[in-house]
């Protein structure tokens, strides 16, 4: 999951003059510090770059954690405790809310003929609006 960020950095003054930036990935750093630094290692020439996000590429449950102006300063510690609630990925409530339903037993007490007459599009619904899950997108996550 976490080899899927990149982001686009320059500096202002680079970006008013329409000059260079880089695509980084911030999960190659230890900490933000670690980041920072190497972001403003390719901007040398400035005497203190101000460092500007001009696009990012993220999955969506990430994407609250970065804006033009910087990461998050929690960012490695929220997108750890997002990813390890990941629950699974699924194409829709229905897959979810089935695969949610088996996890937890349902079927061993509901009669195997009657499974057919269960709306499980409307269940992983409930979940994630009950506040049990997170969905962004396809990826859904246990709330935490």
């Known amino acids: 999951m976490e080899n899927l ?3 686009c950095v320059t500096t202002f003054k680079k970006y008013n003059e329409g000059k ?3 695509w980084i990935n911030p999960f190659n750093y230890e900490n933000i510090e670690d980041f920072y630094t190497k972001c403003r290692s390719f901007f040398k020439d400035e005497k203190d770059p101000e460092l500007f996000f001009v696009d990012w590429e993220a999955p969506q449950y990430l994407e609250h954690l970065i804006s033009e102006f910087g990461l998050a ?7 750890e405790k997002i990813q390890g609630n990941f629950y ?3 194409s829709s409530l229905s897959d979810f809310g089935e695969a949610v339903a088996e996890e937890s ?6 009669p195997e003929s009657l499974v057919y007459y269960i709306d499980f599009e409307s269940f992983g619904r409930d979940l994630v609006l ?6 962004y997108g396809d990826d859904f996550f246990v709330n935490y």
């Open 5 to 7: 960020v990149s982001i």
């Open 20 to 22: 260079n930036w880089i």
């Open 73 to 79: 300063p929690d960012f490695y510690e929220e997108s």
């Open 88 to 90: 699974g990925t699924f």
């Open 105 to 110: 037993g349902f079927f061993s007490a509901v």
């Open 130 to 135: 009950n506040g049990d899950f997170k969905q």
